[in-house]
């Protein structure tokens, strides 16, 4: 695949959603990009049975999943197993998809990432893009010489605070949920706690964890998924794409949470 091919659409997520507007796209010929994680919905394999799906009673999550799969092979749609960490968006108006070492261009953007129950850190929202990153590999290069601290809950974060350790001047490791952190160098220094707030003025200055204090100018965040704005940090007020994240927000917050009300939402 030309990495430098500029989609007309591309899709973020390969849940039901996202395989839902990848079928979609296809049938109007567009040329699509659909980005997963290396499993397309832990959420729909994870379902004992589905019964409110029209057609397939009492089917278990896993078969409707391999169902969904299936429909989207027959079509030759290739999945890309990529986590996109980040999105931005050119002078041309072109979004660029950052996934760790590789970009992809696209024209339009669907974001099918599903439903995030994280629970952030005090301050995050207020300094995501000033301080606050998900993307070492895409914005470590604007704290080369500065402190940083990387929080994981994921177990990626133990490459990213690496790769941080050779440009920054400081990496703290906050392991965020009992992960094992071999593999991480010995420059960065291990702290035991939770993040309780992150702060500063305009920038980040400073993060507390447990009772300590870490002077520092950014943190990484490595979770499972991201809210939109997080992958689109500092957009939302500029573009229409505010408009849509508001727009799928409502319908989320609406709790139309269910897989026969996702596959329902026009794909494109
Ligand atoms: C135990 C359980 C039982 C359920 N039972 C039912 C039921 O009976 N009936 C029903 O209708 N629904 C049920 N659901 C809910 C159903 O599974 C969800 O509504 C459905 O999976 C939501 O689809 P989605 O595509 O929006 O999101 P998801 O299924 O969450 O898919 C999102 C996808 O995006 C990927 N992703 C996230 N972030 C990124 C990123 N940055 N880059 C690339 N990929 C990313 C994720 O890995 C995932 O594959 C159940 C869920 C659970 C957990």
Redesign the pocket.
Known sequence: MDIMEIYDIAI???????LSAAINAASRKKSTLL???E??????L????????LGLPEIK?SSLRDKFMQHVSLLNIPILP????SISRNEDGIFLLNARDEAYYSRTIII????TVTQFVKGERDYVGKGVSYCATCDGILFAGQQVAVLDFTGEGIEEANFLAEICSKVYYINGSGLDKQGLKDTVEVVDGKVNAIAGDEFVTEIKVGERILPVDGLFIFRE??LPEQ?IAGLETKIIISLLIAHVRQILQESM????V?VSLPGC
Do not use: D, F, M, W
């Open positions: 973020v997520g390969c849940g039901p959603a996202g980005l997963g994680e499993v397309c919905s832990p959420k729909l994870k379902s004992p049975h589905i019964n409110n799906y999550g990529k986590k996109v960490e099918a990432t599903g439903v998924t991201y992958l949470r269910q897989v026969i996702r």
